[in-house]
Nanobody
Framework: QVQLVESGGGLVQAGGSLRLSCAAS????????MGWFRQAADKEREFVAA????????VYADSVKGRFTISRDNAKNTVYLQMNSLKPEDTAVYYC?????????????????WGQGTQVTVAS
């Protein structure tokens, strides 16, 4: 069992930045990919970004490409999501998740473990 704990959410003005962290309860070097998803009120959970373990390759949703950066620190068992140039439409609960071999990494169905989420609110 892997426990994932997100942190770093909060209230920020449009154009501002936040960095989310996802700490794993044990070593994360057995995962295939770590992903970030978000869910706005009355909407389905959607893919934001993912990073693979093998070569740290990354993939992003078109809506965040160029503004968000996903990274990982294996020594700290932590994955990060740096969010810049935030927009009101980025407001959502953000979740991290770990994937152990299923594809594609852009769908919730590929992920086995999920954190409890952290709220990000972007004011206009």
């Amino acid at each position: 069992q892997v426990q994932l704990v997100e942190s770093g959410g909060g209230l920020v003005q449009a154009g501002g930045s936040l960095r989310l962290s996802c700490a794993a309860s044990r070593r994360t070097n057995t995962y295939t990919a770590m992903g970030w998803f978000r869910q706005a009120a009355d909407k389905e959970r959607e893919f934001v970004a993912a990073i693979t373990r093998s070569d740290s390759s990354t993939v992003y949703a078109d809506s965040v490409k160029g503004r968000f950066t996903i990274s990982r620190d294996n020594a700290k068992n932590t994955v990060y999501l740096q969010m810049n140039s935030l927009k009101p439409e980025d407001t959502a609960v953000y979740y991290c998740a770990s994937d152990y071999g299923r594809l594609p990494v852009t769908t919730t169905l590929s992920y086995d473990y999920w954190g409890q989420g952290t709220q990000v609110t972007v004011a206009s």
